[in-house]
């Protein structure tokens, strides 16, 4: 328990009243006070977070006045002029009186103006005394960072934080509020500070509630990278998913997309023809811009072997036989979105990129001539300034 000493004055002025003056005193015997006696105490608040004030305690003074009166209405008159140079003070203190505890004593010190207690012939004892705090309530201790939600946005080097204090309990957000100054230039591993405001602290007390934490540190994590380089381990499963993506794109094929593809492979391209497919994986390749390595995209290339048969016969009397088959080889060239790394090594690419839809391949292109491809891939890119490394 503490033992914290606050000192409260109560500057008295009196305003005297023509009538019974100096003579009024000089004829009777004095009156003595005992100024805690008629001190009332006004506690509010919760325990650790009590304030406390004083005043006249007018239903004493009264029955006090009362008293006298029976034996003497001039000594009653005295009395009360002299409480009304108390009641008239301004009550102040040297110390924070809103974080008060159970078991602090508080220092009262009554000051009058000596010249206005003779005038009424009245004597002021016990003027200072102390105060043991008592009877707050123990409030409802609640840590306002436990809801809040912080989540860190943007990559790495240029991150930025966001606060969301929609799941904290509204007494808290009503009575204050949540900042921090981080800026746009975090780093995974920085730690920055978030506060809680707090600018109506009756609002709490009021619904005995204690804020146990002002202020608290969070560590920045999950900011993503984008990288200059990305290995062959880390895009195997993405290689995968986007092969089936492949598939589907090719079982749609008619026979003006197959004689673009094989070229002079086919020879026959006036018929349907019903595709057989196997693509594989290839190779990889990554671009960026060695001055700006968050413009970026991923070219998975997919050899294609097809075995096409000939739904029909052709019209040319030197062309293909219905059941007849056809097979070549091509490179398909699948560009994905813009690629970045987690703190983990993982790797993600962003589907949203230009215009994809929920697939990885937002632009593709083939060739029959394996010398060809990277020509194929720098005419997706669009970006003269990228840099090309094969994914190894």
């Not at 705090?133 to 966001?162: A, Q, R, W």
Request: glycine share 6%; with cysteine.
């Amino acid at each position: 328990m503490k033992n914290k000493m606050k000192y409260i004055t109560a500057a008295a002025g009196i305003m005297i009243l023509a009538g019974c003056a100096s003579g009024c005193a000089s004829k009777t015997k004095t009156i003595t006070i005992q100024a805690k006696d008629y001190v009332k105490v006004n506690l509010s608040g919760i325990d650790k977070y009590g304030s406390i004030d004083f005043e006249v305690d007018d239903k004493k003074v009264e029955k006090k006045a009362k008293e006298l009166a029976k034996k003497s209405e001039i000594d009653a008159y005295r009395f009360r002029k002299a409480m009304d140079s108390i009641r008239n003070s301004s009550i102040s203190t040297n110390d924070d009186d809103d974080e008060l505890s159970n078991g602090d004593k508080v220092k009262v010190e009554v000051s009058v103006e000596k010249k206005d207690i003779k005038l009424y012939g009245v004597k002021v004892e016990s003027k200072e005394f102390t105060y043991t705090v008592k009877g707050l309530e123990k409030g409802k201790e609640v840590d306002p960072f436990e809801d809040l939600i912080v989540t860190f946005n943007g990559s790495d080097g240029h991150g930025y934080v966001s606060v969301d204090s929609s799941e904290v309990d509204e007494n808290i957000t009503d009575a204050g509020y949540f900042t921090e100054d981080s800026g746009y230039t975090l780093s995974n591993g920085d730690t920055i500070t978030v506060k809680y405001e707090c600018w109506d602290e009756s609002a709490l007390a009021e619904k005995k509630i204690v804020v146990v934490e002002k202020e608290k540190e969070y560590t920045v994590e999950g900011l993503i990278s984008y990288p200059t380089s990305i290995t062959s381990s880390q895009m195997s499963n993405i290689n995968t998913e986007i092969l089936n993506e492949v598939k589907s794109t090719l079982d749609g094929w008619s026979s003006y997309y197959w004689s673009y593809a094989l070229g002079d492979q086919l020879k026959d391209s006036t018929v349907e023809y019903q595709a057989s497919v196997t693509p594989n994986f290839y190779k990889g390749y990554y671009g960026f811009t060695p001055d700006d390595p968050s413009t970026n995209n991923y070219f998975a290339v997919y050899k294609v072997d097809v075995t096409l048969t000939a739904k029909e016969d052709s019209y040319r009397d030197d062309g293909i036989k219905q059941g007849e088959q056809v097979q070549g080889t091509f490179y398909f060239i699948a560009k994905t979105g813009t690629v970045s790394v987690d703190e983990t090594g993982s790797v993600t690419i962003d589907k949203d990129s230009y215009w994809g839809d929920d697939g990885y391949i937002v632009n593709s292109d083939y060739t029959n001539d394996e010398t060809k491809i990277l020509d194929e891939i720098k005419d997706l890119s669009y970006y003269s300034d990228m840099t090309f490394v094969e994914v190894q």
